[in-house]
């Protein structure tokens, strides 16, 4: 098991946003979280990378107890996370972006890094030296997932890699995610366009009022008419 969550517990002041998640992800996989807005799937990923202090409940990583580990060391440890919002840094180049991505790592060796994502992105290849914030929405969410790549993560965490963007943006980015996993990089994803999600991975938890009230493999939830009504938007999803 890469990633064990035991009845989880997280507060912002006086409100409890996580009630007492539990979830797996293995080694290899892409899981999805989906669940209306509000329903704590952010708030998860955030526990996960270290951003949100536990009240309560346990985080495994790879066999070792994470859930009091500070943020940047879980980086070093192979969990790393792109977040909701992209969050580059629009005053510098695509390079620099990239190579920010290396910062936590001991021996950073970024030629071959470089190489891998810019295989993967070659919009980015051809941007390397334009500034982050000149970007379209779509580079800008290829550079943010291409940063936590040179990280090298074990796990990667995607926090809504579609918002805002194209459909054609869209199927590109998540074929790319495709293969990145085929690569060896098991992915935990939140994501509001739940068809694209649920085609896209192995298993699915769904979350509501931060609780799981239900996980399945996600071709199961794909079909399943309750969860097509309620989160793929009807007959609209057929």
Do not use: W
């Amino acid at each position: 098991m890469l990633l064990e969550v035991e009845d989880l517990r997280v507060h912002y002041g006086k409100i409890e946003a996580i009630r007492g998640i539990s979830l797996t992800v293995d080694s290899g996989e892409i899981v999805t979280l989906i669940g209306a807005n509000g329903a704590g799937k952010t708030t998860t990923l955030k526990t996960l990378s270290g951003l949100r202090r536990v009240t309560s409940g346990r985080v495994r990583f790879d066999n070792a107890d994470i859930t009091n580990t500070p943020g940047h060391k879980r980086v070093t440890l192979g969990l790393c996370q792109a977040p909701e919002g992209r969050g580059i840094f629009p005053g510098m180049t695509v390079l620099e972006n990239l190579e920010m991505g290396t910062y936590a790592r001991k021996s950073p060796d970024r030629a071959g890094d470089l190489d891998r994502v810019f295989t993967l992105f070659p919009r980015l290849a051809e941007r390397r030296k334009q500034y982050g914030g000149t970007l379209s929405g779509g580079e800008q969410q290829m550079l943010a997932i291409a940063r936590a790549m040179m990280a090298r993560p074990t796990l990667l965490l995607l926090d809504e890699p579609s918002m805002g963007l194209a459909p054609l943006i869209v199927q590109q980015i998540f074929g790319i995610l495709r293969e990145i996993n085929k690569q060896g990089t098991t992915i935990l994803l939140v994501e509001q366009n739940a068809t694209q999600a649920l085609s896209l991975s192995d298993r699915a938890y769904v979350l509501e009022t931060g609780r799981v009230v239900r996980t399945a493999p996600a071709s199961e939830l794909l079909n399943d008419p309750t969860v097509r009504e309620a989160y793929l938007g009807g007959a609209a999803a057929t």
